[in-house]
């Protein structure tokens, strides 16, 4: 649990890496579980770049689900990047308005690595993120 917590609480890259390095010096090879955990949270910190409040990956969907009541996000060049995407990805995004809350919904996502390679282009605060990085 502990380590859990420690995960939870890292905000930045350089230590995701440490925490990392410490993981593999203790344990040993990490399994592939622990790397898409420790993935899922850099996906996290670009789903909050790109304005949602939460991000899950279940069945192959990504869904980003938009802060409301923000309407200077949604007039913002982060958004209109978004919208770009969702437009030039037609085929397997869109963006759903449910309640008060919109809705962006990726298919064909197969890994938390694919969704980071998806979302990370379009962030603002871009994790300079090699795929050695995502897959090591």
Do not use: M
């Not at 090879?29 to 996906?43: F, G, K, T, W």
């Not at 789903?47 to 991000?55: A, N």
């Not at 869109?94 to 980071?116: P, Y």
Request: charged share 30%.
């Amino acid at each position: 649990l502990q380590l859990y917590s420690t995960l939870d609480s890292i905000k930045d890259e350089e230590s995701l890496s440490r925490f990392r390095d410490s993981l593999k010096d203790r344990f040993g090879v990490l399994p592939d579980p622990v790397e898409q955990l420790i993935n899922s949270v850099r996906l996290r910190w670009i789903g909050e770049s790109l304005g949602f409040e939460k991000i899950s990956l279940k069945n192959e969907k990504l869904r980003g689900y938009f802060v409301s009541g923000n309407d200077a996000y949604f007039k913002s060049e982060i958004f209109g990047k978004v919208l770009a995407f969702v437009q030039g990805h037609s085929r397997r995004c869109r963006l759903k308005e449910t309640g008060s809350k919109l809705i962006l919904t990726v298919e064909a996502i197969g890994s938390v690595q694919s969704a980071i390679e998806i979302l990370e282009p379009l962030s603002p605060h871009k994790s300079k993120l090699s795929s050695d990085t995502l897959s090591a």
